[in-house]
C-alpha cells in the first residue's frame, strides 16, 4: 500500500498565525484528500485535491480559511489560515488505493494541531 | 444529508469472545464499504473493504453487507486486547457526488 509522509506531526500556534502541513506519497495518485478529525469526533472531509485544477470543498470550508496545493502527483499542502482555537484538531490528509485486496483508503500519520 | 450511523459504545467483550460491530447508512446508492480501526492518538488503518452483499473474511475479520438493509457489519473473532480501539465505519457514493463519509466510530475494549 502506498506510504503516506505527513508533517509536522503536531504543533502548537498562535491565534492569528498560519500553518502549512505538507503530505508527501511514494507513489503516484489521482486525487488527494484532506480530512480534519476534531477530539472524539469522527473523520469530516475538507476537500479533495486533484493535479492540475482547483482543490473541491466541503460544505462549511472554504479556499481563504484552508488554502490547498497540489503541484505534482506525489504531493499536497493544506495550509490553516488565521488560526482560531475552533482549528484546533487532527488534519490528515488521504489517497485512493485500487491495488491489492482490499481497496480502499490510507492515511498520513496526522498532524496535531492546538491553537493557543 | 448521507449519514452513517454507528454506536459509539464501548463495547466490552472478554478476550477470546466475538466482538460484533455494526453500521447502518442512509443512502441506497452507496456503494463500496469499509470498516478502519484507529487506536488513540495513530491515523485510521483500514482493515477490511466490501462491495457486495454476504460476508467476506480476512483472518479474524469478517465484514458482512445487506444492501436492501442497508446494513453492514464487521465481526471479530477470537478477540484480543490489541483489537481494543475504535472502529469507523466508512461509506463511498460512486454516483455523482463521488465521497466517503464517515461514522463517528465504536470504540472496543477487548478485557483480558
Known amino acids: 500500500s502506498a506510504v503516506i509522509s505527513q508533517k509536522p506531526s503536531r504543533d502548537i500556534c498562535q491565534r492569528g498565525t498560519s500553518l502549512t502541513i505538507q503530505c508527501q506519497v511514494d507513489s503516484q495518485v489521482t486525487m488527494m484528500f484532506w480530512y480534519r478529525q476534531q477530539p472524539g469526533q469522527s473523520l469530516t472531509l475538507i476537500a479533495t485535491?486533484?493535479?492540475?485544477?482547483?482543490?473541491?470543498?466541503e460544505s462549511g470550508f472554504v479556499i481563504d480559511k484552508f488554502p490547498i496545493s497540489r503541484p505534482n502527483l506525489t504531493f499536497s499542502t493544506l495550509t490553516v489560515s488565521n488560526m482560531s482555537p475552533e482549528d484546533s484538531s487532527i488534519y490528515l490528509c488521504?489517497?485512493?488505493?485500487?491495488?491489492?485486496?482490499?481497496?480502499?483508503?490510507?492515511f498520513g500519520s496526522g498532524t496535531r494541531l492546538t491553537v493557543v | 444529508q448521507k449519514e452513517v450511523e454507528q454506536n459509539s459504545g464501548p463495547l466490552s467483550v472478554p478476550e477470546g469472545a466475538i466482538a460484533s460491530l455494526n453500521c447502518t447508512y442512509s443512502d441506497r446508492v452507496s456503494q463500496s464499504f469499509f470498516w478502519y480501526r484507529q487506536y488513540s492518538g495513530k491515523s485510521p488503518e483500514l482493515i477490511m473493504s466490501?462491495?457486495?452483499?454476504g460476508d467476506k473474511e480476512d483472518g479474524r475479520f469478517t465484514a458482512q453487507l445487506n444492501k436492501a438493509s442497508q446494513y453492514v457489519s464487521l465481526l471479530i473473532r477470537d478477540s484480543q486486547p490489541s483489537d481494543s480501539a475504535t472502529y469507523l465505519c466508512?461509506?463511498?457514493?460512486?454516483?455523482?457526488?463521488?465521497?466517503?463519509?464517515f461514522g463517528t466510530g465504536t470504540k472496543l475494549q477487548v478485557i483480558p
Open positions: 485535491a486533484n493535479q492540475g485544477s482547483e482543490a473541491t470543498y
Open positions: 466508512a461509506v463511498f457514493d460512486s454516483g455523482g457526488y463521488q465521497k466517503v463519509t
Open positions: 466490501i462491495y457486495s452483499n
Open positions: 488521504s489517497v485512493e488505493e485500487k491495488g491489492g485486496k482490499n481497496y480502499g483508503y490510507t
